[in-house]
């Protein structure tokens, strides 16, 4: 088996390169656009997720980079060779779907060996290369076994070894743990990103759920309505959002409406309610009006007034709510505007609903998001 290159070891310059190109990238199903002149590049051994609501044209995209549907516009290169209209079957790149499709009367070595008997691999090589994936995915004593008699995660795994067995260049996967519980879909994300890293391959990964996205990728790419609105590093787009609707999806965030936004380097300052806000970044191009965007997890609740460095605005108490690691404080300021203050359990106080307390944050903190978005 040829050694493929760990991404832990694939260089700066290596992981840089486009391995795929879309080039504005269209399609339609008769009235309805699913793509919108999308473009990205997809780089050689990276993690790249492409993550949006349901009919965002997530999938739609993921299909077209397989050869099952062909666009309505635009071209897909790779490696600088024109790849649009060449069938799924030529591009050999590996597929994870959301249902597994194993064959039922195939074992778990059969369906592993399956795509390489259709590439006429010899059989030495099918049983090394098989062998090998079995005690990569940790499924050594259940070869003889049929799908109808593995779990739930056991048959991810051999859907995983199957698409990995023939060492494709790409391996795309469409929502692949949607059908397990949370403790065994926690499981396969480190099983999918500890194979990542093994095996240096590029992952296209598709998923609809925020913490997954961030937890697994080199890259997230945020679609919605057909069009691609974000693409950067999961810390990226999770602290510099371009647009409100990416702030929003990508966990709860809380809203304050300012007035009288004044630029400062870069930064600014404005007004909420009867206090000064002040944001070290505001990258965002505003108006005289502009939304302060903050992460609950970056609040900060006292009963006495918090330093003067630090934003702070009064709120009153609603309730609260146990997530076990955290508690979640849900407020309100004094013109209505709620708030959500996210605190470990281990440092949160009794509050009683009703109750009045300061919330803070540091300036750093926080980004402005035009207002009326």
């Not at 056991?154 to 519980?181: G, I, K, M």
């Not at 919605?224 to 999770?238: A, C, F, K, M, T």
């Not at 004094?334 to 106080?349: D, F, L």
């Amino acid at each position: 088996m040829p050694q493929r290159i760990p991404a832990s070891e694939i260089t700066a310059a290596q992981i840089g390169a486009a391995e795929i190109n879309a080039e504005n990238i269209g399609k339609t199903f008769g009235a309805f656009r699913a793509l919108n002149d999308l473009s990205l590049d997809i780089r050689r051994g990276e993690f790249l997720t492409l993550l949006g609501p349901s009919g965002s044209g997530k999938t739609t995209f993921l299909m077209i980079l397989a050869g099952f549907i062909a666009p309505s516009e635009g071209r897909l290169m790779m490696n600088g060779k024109d790849i649009t209209h060449v069938p799924a079957e030529d591009r050999s790149y590996g597929m994870v779907f959301q249902g597994y499709a194993l064959f039922p009367h195939l074992t778990v070595e059969q369906n592993i060996a399956f795509p390489l008997k259709v590439r006429r691999r010899n059989s030495s090589d099918i049983k090394r290369r098989v062998g090998a994936m079995i005690e990569r995915v940790g499924l050594v004593g259940h070869e003889k076994k049929l799908p109808a008699k593995l779990s739930g995660g056991q048959q991810q795994r051999v859907a995983l070894a199957r698409a990995l067995v023939f060492e494709p260049s790409v391996l795309l996967l469409d929502e692949p743990f949607s059908a397990l519980d949370k403790n065994l879909r926690a499981l396969m994300q480190e099983e999918v990103k500890r194979l990542h890293q093994e095996t240096g391959t590029t992952f296209v990964f598709v998923t609809h759920d925020q913490s997954e996205a961030l937890a697994l990728s080199s890259r997230v790419a945020i679609f919605n309505h057909g069009e691609l609105l974000q693409i950067g590093g999961p810390q990226d787009v999770y602290e510099r959002p371009a647009s409100r609707f990416v702030a929003e999806f990508l966990g709860e965030i809380n809203l304050l409406p300012l007035k009288g936004v004044i630029r400062n380097g870069s930064g600014a300052t404005g007004r909420f309610e009867d206090r000064a806000i002040i944001l070290d970044r505001a990258t965002q191009k505003i108006g005289d009006e502009a939304v302060a965007a903050i992460r609950p997890e970056h609040m900060h609740l006292t009963e006495t007034p918090p330093p003067a460095d630090c934003n702070a605005i009064t709120c009153c108490v609603e309730g609260a709510t146990y997530l076990g690691a955290l508690t979640k404080y849900h407020l309100k300021t004094k013109t209505g505007t709620p708030i959500a203050v996210s605190i470990p359990t281990a440092a949160a106080s009794p509050l009683n609903s009703r109750t009045d307390v300061w919330v803070s944050w540091p300036t750093r903190e926080g980004f402005l998001l035009p207002a009326g978005e």
